[in-house]
């Protein structure tokens, strides 16, 4: 694409959209976007996601990100009716009216969590099956049904799937474990963990966010994962917190045999998009400050 096309931002409120219109910003990359809590941004109105008017909104010839979805799967299994009407019902409306206004690309914010349970020594790739009748999380199975509709109902609009890692950054709530972590060393004489030996592929959210900027233009449906390099524990999180504190609270390790660890491979989306998280644990944790 010689021209960078208009983004449209659906979510443009969540954690993940505020950051990704101070990235178009920062580039001069024209965006639009919607989202159920009002904005003070001119660009972002206040639109329910499941209501068909929403194709009013969308320019002709845009790429829809779609990061609007109820991600806390407790919220989730609290009100699966709802989880079910927003997550799934409301990604069919997106898809239903981006294309009604022949948007060039659909990029979809899926989730690690689809491949569900998974073995310590495990890598996650996109050639995994994904079985969605082994799923014990509401918010999974939302993720992995809305995939599938994509996929059989996009006709020829394009559309990339994106399975985000834990994604992490300064925010004031809605915490993964790093920022929680952080937060301990920082501000408690004593925290406790289960196993130190837990991990998962942590990302920024600034990796998420040229993420899916590398992932505009990409052609027919690809599902890639969007993930930090490495498997980073909690044990790490917490030296690594100390250091940059100068603080040493202590810590009480309550499962140490409980060990869980998740590796969604990036290979796929280094090697498509020509993309890399920049962002190591370290400078991500500094950022929290």
Known sequence: ??????????GAE???GKNLIRHCQSRSID?????????SDPNVHKVNI??????????ADSVVVHLAAISRDSDCSENPGLANKVN?????????????KNARQMIFASSEWVYGQVSNDAEQSELDEIQVHLLDS?????KAVGERYLKLLRKDLHVSVLRFAIIYGPRPSNWSAVESLFDSVQNKAELSVG??????RFIHVDDICTGILAAVGLPGYEILNISGDNTVTLGEIIMQSKSITGRSPKVVEVSPEK???RNPTNKKAKSVLNWSPKISITDGLRSLL
Do not use: K, W
């Open 14 to 16: 969540s954690f993940v």
């Open 138 to 142: 509401i918010y999974a199975i939302t």
């Open 88 to 100: 799934i019902e409301g990604t069919l409306n997106v898809l239903r009216c981006a294309q009604i």
């Open 259 to 261: 060990v869980s660890l």
């Open 50 to 59: 499941c209501d068909p008017s929403l194709a009013d909104e969308i320019p």
């Open 31 to 39: 965006y639009r976007g919607v989202d159920l809590i009002a904005s």
């Open 1 to 10: 694409m010689s021209q960078h096309p208009v983004l449209f931002i659906v």
């Open 195 to 200: 196993s130190l030996q837990a991990g998962r």
